[in-house]
């Protein structure tokens, strides 16, 4: 892959990328309030277990179908796509950040010199909003990078800002946040090895408890997290 790719998929990747993924903790916080998530093991089993139950099974698969419609122009399959990602988001929280990082990114697409106009039109034009996962796939697309690669960028942006949640709610020092970054990391691979392998009726976004946590998040006395 050629290092302008490389590069430009380290941005995308990155917490400084303006689409407020550091705001969210996607139902961590409210583990953390309920005693469930407690210190730096519990917190790795937490993620690792949204990873490869939540992450790959849904989001990362969506991106991966995004990707390639993306390339292919295939806007109707993109609509099934964003809709689908829409009807499955379990809490209101849950949705609100889907929509919110897609409209985010399809913001900071639009001043990127060399995006494609038509397909940031079309991914803008996505009621009632672009999804976060649609979103970077198209982000991921112009980069020219390979699709393995795009959803590996993917994976770690996401394990990176769940960390970095975990650091500041249950609190943890920096070093534990490296430790579970760099588990997370070895467990990537496979999860998105997993998502890719995933054929359109295998893909699944069930998590109860995840959206039960994450909907008590919502009303939550005292947080630091959006909702």
Same mark, same amino acid.
């Given at each position: 892959?050629e290092a302008r790719a490389w590069l430009q998929l380290l941005q995308l990747a990155s917490p400084a990328l303006p !689409?407020?993924?550091? %705001?969210? #903790?996607?139902?961590?916080?409210?583990?953390?309030?309920?005693?469930?998530?407690?210190?730096?093991?519990?917190?790795?089993?937490?993620?690792?277990? $949204?990873?490869?139950?939540?992450q790959a099974r849904a989001d990362f698969s969506v991106c991966a179908a995004a990707f390639e419609a993306w390339a292919? =122009?295939?806007?109707?399959?993109?609509?099934?796509?964003?809709?689908?990602?829409?009807?499955?988001?379990?809490?209101? +929280?849950?949705?609100?950040?889907?929509?919110?990082?897609?409209? %985010?990114?399809? +913001?900071?697409?639009?001043?990127?010199?060399? &995006?494609?106009?038509?397909?940031? @039109? =079309?991914? #803008?034009?996505? /009621?009632?909003?672009?999804?976060? *996962? !649609? &979103?970077?796939?198209?982000?991921? @697309?112009?980069?020219? &990078?390979?699709?393995?690669?795009?959803?590996?960028?993917?994976?770690? &942006?996401?394990?990176?800002?769940? !960390? =970095? =949640?975990?650091? /500041?709610?249950? *609190?943890?020092? @920096?070093?534990?946040? @490296?430790?579970?970054?760099?588990?997370?990391?070895?467990?990537? *691979?496979?999860? !998105?090895?997993?998502?890719?392998?995933?054929?359109?009726?295998?893909?699944?976004?069930?998590? *109860?408890?995840?959206?039960?946590? #994450?909907?008590?998040?919502?009303? $939550?006395?005292?947080?630091?997290?959006?909702?």
């Open positions: 892959m !689409v407020g993924g550091f %705001s969210y #903790s996607e139902g961590l916080e409210a583990a953390v309030d309920a005693g469930q998530v407690i210190d730096e093991s519990s917190a790795q089993a937490w993620l690792l277990d $949204q990873l490869r139950l939540t292919n =122009a295939d806007l109707t399959r993109i609509t099934a796509l964003n809709d689908w990602v829409l009807q499955t988001r379990e809490s209101r +929280e849950l949705r609100l950040q889907a929509e919110q990082m897609g409209r %985010s990114l399809a +913001e900071w697409l639009r001043h990127k010199p060399d &995006a494609d106009a038509a397909l940031l @039109q =079309a991914l #803008s034009a996505l /009621k009632p909003a672009p999804t976060w *996962p !649609v &979103a970077f796939a198209l982000a991921a @697309q112009q980069t020219g &990078a390979p699709l393995r690669e795009a959803l590996l960028a993917h994976a770690f &942006a996401w394990a990176e800002n769940m !960390v =970095a =949640a975990a650091i /500041k709610a249950v *609190p943890l020092g @920096q070093v534990a946040g @490296q430790r579970m970054l760099h588990t997370l990391g070895e467990a990537i *691979p496979a999860a !998105v090895d997993g998502a890719l392998a995933l054929m359109d009726g295998d893909r699944q976004a069930f998590a *109860p408890m995840l959206a039960i946590l #994450s909907a008590q998040h919502e009303a $939550q006395y005292s947080r630091l997290f959006r909702s």
